[in-house]
């Protein structure tokens, strides 16, 4: 849609032009979100995609993610086949209710900031540890693990000024082994639950739910938990915990997540054995 409050869209093409990022300015990424519904409390639009920067970097110590990285570009991307975590990322980007004209143009960081509970990317990439490198004012940095980053439905701690620049991932958390579950209430319906497991090689395991909760949740574990530990700290979470929306309640997400998190532990446990 026409975005009929923003006077000014500014083209950083470095560092420097994101400055421009002050009083009634937003960053735009892919924009599938930005030019979906109306901003009325946008004057100028700081295009962060012609900055160049590379999509996927690997190197021996970890997985960078440009904030910019398109999620056609994390699904289809090739990662060292001893990466077995990576299957994690199709499978999130396939779980957006989103054509492949959406998947072409929308950003990782995108989804990130926008800190949806149907944002299957951020799960994908809170479920394996990440952590987001952020650029402030004045060339002024700082990083916080994804886990930290969404506050609540909508909700990140993301300051005036500041872009998400790149995400981390560590070749350690890469290595793990994942498993992933996900129900809607149509076949082609909004995530009502979403849960990944994560067996790490020294033999911990984090359970992470999404699309049920506020924000993703993780649950982590010094050793593969037993299937009634799993079940009681999933019942034991706040009420306040689980998303209320037409595409599930909290009663309806909570029960779908415990059986959903029973399937992930034990595909974990049937890979160990
Ligand atoms: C048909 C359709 C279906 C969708 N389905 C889903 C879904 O199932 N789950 C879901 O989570 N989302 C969904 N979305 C929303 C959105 O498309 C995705 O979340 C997408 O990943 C957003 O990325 P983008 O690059 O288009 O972000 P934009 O629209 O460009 O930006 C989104 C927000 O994030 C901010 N932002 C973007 N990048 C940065 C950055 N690097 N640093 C700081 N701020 C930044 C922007 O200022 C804006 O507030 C859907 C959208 C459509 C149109």
Not at 53 to 60: E, G, K, N, R, S
Not at 144 to 160: D, K, T
Not at 200 to 229: H, K, N, Q, W, Y
């Amino acid at each position: 849609m026409d975005l009929d409050t923003v006077r000014e869209v500014v083209v950083a093409r470095e560092r420097a032009d994101l400055a421009a990022l002050t009083g009634d300015a937003a960053v735009l990424a892919g924009g599938t979100w930005l030019y979906s519904e109306p901003q009325e409390r946008i004057g100028r639009l700081v295009d962060i995609t012609m900055l160049g920067w590379p999509a996927l970097t690997v190197t021996d110590a970890e997985l960078e993610i440009a904030a910019t990285c398109t999620l056609d570009e994390l699904d289809t991307a090739v990662l060292p086949p001893e990466w077995s975590a990576a299957e994690l990322f199709p499978q999130a980007c396939r779980a957006l209710l989103a054509s492949h004209k959406i998947r072409r143009t929308a950003t990782v960081g995108g989804n990130v900031c926008l800190g949806l509970p149907a944002g299957a990317v951020l799960a994908a990439l809170t479920a394996l540890d990440a952590t987001l490198l952020i650029w402030g004012e004045g060339g002024r940095d700082r990083r916080i693990p994804v886990a930290h980053f969404v506050l609540g439905p909508g909700r990140v701690e993301l300051r005036p000024g500041e872009v998400v620049r790149s995400i981390h991932l560590t070749s350690a958390k890469m290595r793990s082994r994942t498993a992933f579950r996900k129900i809607a209430l149509a076949p082609l319906g909004r995530s009502g639950s979403v849960v990944m497991g994560r067996a790490d090689i020294d033999g911990r395991c984090a359970i992470t739910v999404s699309a049920a909760t506020m924000r993703p949740v993780v649950l982590e574990f010094a050793d593969m938990p037993t299937p009634g530990e799993l079940t009681a700290t999933i019942m034991g979470l706040a009420r306040e915990v689980w998303y209320d929306d037409p595409h599930g309640t909290p009663a309806w997400r909570r029960h779908v997540s415990t059986v959903l998190a029973g399937d992930v532990l034990a595909d974990l446990r049937e890979v160990r054995s």
